[in-house]
């Protein structure tokens, strides 16, 4: 029978276990960023370290991005479907809104290049904007 949670795993080379399937359909059915203890919750009673680990290992191969939103906790998201292991496709903006605390992926706005003095080398470039989200603004 085909199980869509366990393709999607599957395609990215992750071994469906149950603890992973569980996180990907929360992540699913809850399309923000979400920190290691908003997933603990939504889960319910689980074991901090594994769901740790099930996000690590879906960083990892590109199932989700980390999300450094200023409010001190990693967040985690849903990778586009281009997104490969190691390889980020999805270098978009994130947004905090204010209101309602909740962080989003804006997958269809792109971080743009920054030029920065000669001898500086970037890994990393995340943009982070704060305001009202679409839901909160109207
Ligand atoms: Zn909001
Ligand atoms: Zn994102």
């Given at each position: 029978m085909a199980h869509p949670l366990e393709d999607t795993l599957l395609a990215r080379q992750i071994t469906p276990t149950a603890m992973r399937l569980l996180v990907l359909d929360v992540l699913q059915q809850h399309p923000a960023a979400h920190s290691l203890a908003d997933v603990e919750q939504l889960l319910g009673h689980v074991d901090r370290i594994t769901v740790h680990r099930?996000?690590?290992?879906?960083?990892?191969?590109g199932l989700v991005h980390r999300v450094e939103d200023g409010s001190g906790a990693a967040k985690y998201a849903l990778c586009a479907p281009a997104c490969l292991p190691g390889h980020h496709q999805d270098l978009h903006v994130h947004f905090f809104c204010t209101h309602c605390r909740e962080t989003s992926c804006l997958p269809t706005v792109a971080v743009p290049v920054i030029a920065l003095p000669?001898?500086?080398?970037?890994?990393?470039t995340s943009l982070v904007m704060k305001g009202r989200c679409a839901?909160?603004?109207?």
């Open positions: 099930t996000l690590k290992t879906f960083t990892d191969k000669a001898a500086y080398q970037v890994h990393e839901r909160c603004a109207g």
